[in-house]
Each structure stands twice: as structure tokens, then as C-alpha cells.
């Protein structure tokens, strides 16, 4: 191989819609040297807000229309895959969902593709048992593992995974689109999430209840979709919100809401790394979270945002209520967020993590492309 040519990566996922996952894929694919390596995109899922904009950016994005492993043409779509990688001398597999994984990992490895990585980007509690288990098998044949925090990776060594395999890259968030403004913001409480249960809105809109009596200008907007919108839009209604709540639907444009909200709430179960919550920090929202996952290791609580105990809608409702009263606190908390995502998780930082992860893969490989 020419080792003054780009070397060919290809990053998978599962699709390119709106979810963080796929914003990081897209942003990574963008933002990866052009000059080190030729990259290449491929997702099972045609369309997509992020397939467009991968597209636009110069990207080529391969379509490789896996609908389930066990269908009567995944032998086909191997094939095809082994095939690309082959005839397109990839020397670089990175796949970021646990679908692609699974699919990708053993067919790379016959492909004697030099260098095979893998992604852990949430709790994998949160898997299907099978795919739990099959995403394990992979752990043992891939040459590296990347987590977006630390608590991921603590989750995959205490499975007995080796650390000299797990490396850990946070989310890159781009500062251009997210970004800080100066100006005064309205008493809105708000988030941006999959409605699912795993991301635990309902004590939001409980919490919200609570102290709403106390601040009759506040708002509470939920932006996303998901298969608890009705049961969101049914709580609220009981908690009498009334025109004080909102449910939107998801949207491509989250900025917006992020430097309209004063307050920012993620409420999880379970998280990894949050690209909301970092998104909404880049913003200058005052952030409220969970003490969950990478949330703690972000948030100095008192300092950059604050923090509440899994499950405490009391906490949460006491900390809303302290924001809520005192604008000029809020003010200083969002500030502080913002330089936080400036100094440690820009888009130009994770693509050179991983570019380094990239590198010191290839140059250790044992597999040569001949």
C-alpha cells in the first residue's frame, strides 16, 4: 500500500437520521483528514438528514440493505461487503452500532482487513439479549473497542475486557452550529431526547408540575420523538400544565431550541455520553442531569451545571426551583458550560482522539493489505 495515500476507512451505522449516533458519524466523517485518510460511509438504511449532508460534504456514503441477520439475503449482503472491502483495499473498519457490529466484525476479519474497530456508545443493558450477546462474541475478535466516556469504559472492564483494547473519545460537538449567545432567554425548561423510557421524562414533567404554580411564565418544552409521546402528552395533562407544556417533535435543527431554553434537563436511567446534553451546554443552557453515566463526569455540579439523584423528582423539582428564582445563576452556570465544551469536546479534538486511535491501530496491525 502507498503509505502517501489516504488510507481507506469505512464508518458504519445502522442509518443516518436524526439521532446522536448518526450526528457523530456524520460530523467525524466530515471532519477526519483528508489528507491521512479516505473516507468512506456505509449504513443499511437509505436516507436520511445525514446521508445528505455526508453527501454534500464529498462523502460517499454506501447503501447495504441489511433488514435482519437472519433474512433469506444476508448471505448476499455479506458477500457484497467482503467484496467492498476487498476490491476497495479498505484498511480501516469502524463500526458505531451494535447492528453493524455484529454484522461487519467476522466479515472484516476474513476480509483481513488490517484494522477492525468497534464502538460502545450506551449502557448495554439497554440491548436486546441476543444482540447483548452477540456484540460480547465481537469484543474478543475486534482490535479495539471505542467508548465516548469513561463510565463506558469501566462498564466493558469489569466484563474482562482487556484496557490495552478499550480507548475512550468524546463526542466532538461543532462549535460553529452550537453555540452561545448573550442574549436575555424566557423562563423555559426544556429537553431534546428519544422518547423512550430508558431517558425518564416523566419525572421531568412531574418535577415541572411541582413548582409551575410558583413560576407561572415558565414553560416546559420536550423536543423529540418516540414511542411515550402520548403517555408524555396524557402526564402533562394530569399534572394540569396545561399550555405551559409542549411536546415537539423531533427536529434537525436543535440549536434553536438549546439557545432558547434557559434550563436544560436529562433526566436518564442510563446514558453514556450525551450529545444533547453537550449540545445544550455549547448553547449556554444552566444543565440539570442525572447522576448517571458520563453526566457525572462532565458536570461539576455548582459550577457547570448541577446534578440530582436517579429517580429524586423532589431533587429535581428543589433544583428547578432554585433556577427557576435566580436568572443571574443560570447565567453564570451556562457560561461556564459552554467554555467547558470549548476547552474539552470540540469536533477538531474527537477527530484528532481518533485519528491517533486510527493510526496506532494500522502502524501495530499484523495484517498487511498485499
Given at each position: 500500500?502507498?503509505?502517501?495515500?489516504?488510507i481507506?476507512?469505512?464508518?458504519?451505522?445502522?442509518?443516518?437520521s436524526?439521532?446522536?449516533?448518526?450526528?457523530?458519524v456524520?460530523?467525524?466523517?466530515?471532519?477526519l483528514?483528508?489528507k491521512?485518510?479516505?473516507?468512506?460511509?456505509c449504513?443499511f438504511?437509505?436516507?436520511?438528514i445525514?446521508?445528505?449532508?455526508?453527501?454534500?460534504?464529498?462523502?460517499?456514503?454506501?447503501i447495504l440493505?441489511?433488514?435482519?441477520?437472519?433474512?433469506p439475503?444476508?448471505l448476499a449482503h455479506?458477500?457484497?461487503?467482503?467484496r467492498?472491502?476487498?476490491g476497495?483495499?479498505i484498511?480501516?473498519?469502524?463500526?458505531f452500532?451494535p447492528?453493524?457490529?455484529i454484522?461487519?466484525t467476522?466479515?472484516?476479519?476474513?476480509?483481513?482487513?488490517?484494522a477492525?474497530?468497534?464502538?460502545?456508545?450506551a449502557?448495554?443493558?439497554?440491548?436486546?439479549p441476543?444482540?447483548?450477546?452477540?456484540?460480547?462474541i465481537?469484543?474478543?475478535?475486534?482490535?479495539?473497542?471505542?467508548?465516548?466516556c469513561e463510565?463506558?469504559?469501566?462498564?466493558l472492564l469489569?466484563?474482562?475486557t482487556?484496557?490495552?483494547?478499550?480507548?475512550?473519545?468524546?463526542?466532538g460537538i461543532?462549535?460553529d452550529?452550537?453555540n452561545?449567545?448573550?442574549?436575555?432567554?424566557?423562563?423555559?425548561?426544556?429537553?431534546?431526547s428519544?422518547?423512550?423510557p430508558e431517558?425518564n421524562?416523566g419525572i421531568?414533567?412531574?418535577?415541572?408540575?411541582?413548582?409551575h404554580?410558583l413560576?407561572?411564565n415558565?414553560r416546559l418544552?420536550?423536543?423529540g420523538s418516540g414511542?411515550?409521546?402520548?403517555?408524555?402528552?396524557r402526564?402533562?395533562?394530569l399534572?394540569?400544565?396545561?399550555?405551559?407544556?409542549e411536546?415537539?417533535g423531533?427536529?434537525?435543527?436543535?440549536?434553536?431550541y438549546?439557545?432558547?431554553?434557559?434550563?436544560?434537563?436529562?433526566?436518564?436511567?442510563s446514558?453514556?455520553?450525551?450529545?444533547s446534553?453537550?449540545?445544550?451546554?455549547?448553547c449556554g443552557?444552566a444543565?440539570?442531569?442525572s447522576?448517571?453515566?458520563g453526566?457525572?463526569?462532565?458536570?461539576?455540579?455548582?459550577?457547570?451545571g448541577m446534578l440530582?439523584d436517579?429517580?429524586?423528582?423532589?431533587?429535581l423539582?428543589?433544583?428547578l426551583?432554585?433556577?427557576?428564582?435566580?436568572?443571574?445563576?443560570c447565567r453564570?452556570?451556562?457560561?461556564?458550560?459552554?467554555?467547558?465544551i470549548r476547552?474539552q469536546?470540540?469536533?477538531s479534538?474527537?477527530?484528532?482522539?481518533?485519528?491517533?486511535i486510527?493510526s496506532?491501530?494500522?502502524a501495530?496491525?499484523?495484517?498487511?493489505?498485499?
Amino acid at each position: 500500500m502507498n503509505q502517501s495515500a489516504p488510507i481507506p476507512v469505512l464508518l458504519l451505522t445502522r442509518q443516518l437520521s436524526l439521532g446522536g449516533t448518526e450526528r457523530q458519524v456524520a460530523n467525524l466523517a466530515k471532519s477526519l483528514d483528508p489528507k491521512k485518510f479516505s473516507v468512506r460511509v456505509c449504513c443499511f438504511h437509505a436516507g436520511g438528514i445525514r446521508q445528505a449532508e455526508i453527501e454534500a460534504a464529498g462523502v460517499p456514503v454506501w447503501i447495504l440493505p441489511v433488514q435482519a441477520f437472519w433474512s433469506p439475503n444476508t448471505l448476499a449482503h455479506a458477500w457484497s461487503l467482503f467484496r467492498y472491502l476487498v476490491g476497495e483495499r479498505i484498511a480501516l473498519v469502524h463500526s458505531f452500532s451494535p447492528a453493524t457490529t455484529i454484522f461487519s466484525t467476522p466479515i472484516a476479519r476474513l476480509a483481513r482487513v488490517p484494522a477492525v474497530l468497534s464502538s460502545s456508545r450506551a449502557e448495554r443493558s439497554l440491548m436486546r439479549p441476543r444482540d447483548s450477546h452477540l456484540v460480547r462474541i465481537t469484543d474478543h475478535w475486534v482490535d479495539a473497542i471505542v467508548t465516548n466516556c469513561e463510565h463506558l469504559r469501566q462498564e466493558l472492564l469489569l466484563e474482562k475486557t482487556a484496557a490495552k483494547v478499550i480507548h475512550v473519545c468524546g463526542n466532538g460537538i461543532d462549535l460553529d452550529e452550537f453555540n452561545s449567545t448573550s442574549q436575555s432567554r424566557p423562563p423555559w425548561v426544556g429537553t431534546l431526547s428519544v422518547l423512550r423510557p430508558e431517558k425518564n421524562l416523566g419525572i421531568l414533567v412531574e418535577a415541572f408540575g411541582r413548582i409551575h404554580g410558583l413560576y407561572p411564565n415558565a414553560r416546559l418544552q420536550i423536543v423529540g420523538s418516540g414511542p411515550l409521546s402520548e403517555a408524555l402528552a396524557r402526564q402533562a395533562a394530569l399534572c394540569g400544565l396545561g399550555d405551559a407544556s409542549e411536546l415537539i417533535g423531533a427536529s434537525p435543527q436543535p440549536a434553536e431550541y438549546f439557545r432558547k431554553f434557559r434550563i436544560f434537563v436529562l433526566p436518564s436511567q442510563s446514558e453514556g455520553l450525551s450529545n444533547s446534553l453537550l449540545e445544550a451546554m455549547a448553547c449556554g443552557c444552566a444543565v440539570v442531569a442525572s447522576r448517571v453515566g458520563g453526566s457525572k463526569e462532565i458536570i461539576r455540579h455548582g459550577e457547570n451545571g448541577m446534578l440530582f439523584d436517579l429517580g429524586d423528582a423532589d431533587q429535581l423539582a428543589s433544583t428547578l426551583k432554585l433556577l427557576l428564582g435566580d436568572e443571574d445563576l443560570c447565567r453564570r452556570l451556562g457560561e461556564a458550560a459552554a467554555r467547558t465544551i470549548r476547552q474539552q469536546f470540540s469536533l477538531s479534538a474527537s477527530a484528532k482522539r481518533l485519528e491517533e486511535i486510527y493510526s496506532n491501530h494500522l502502524a501495530t496491525s499484523p495484517r498487511n493489505l498485499s
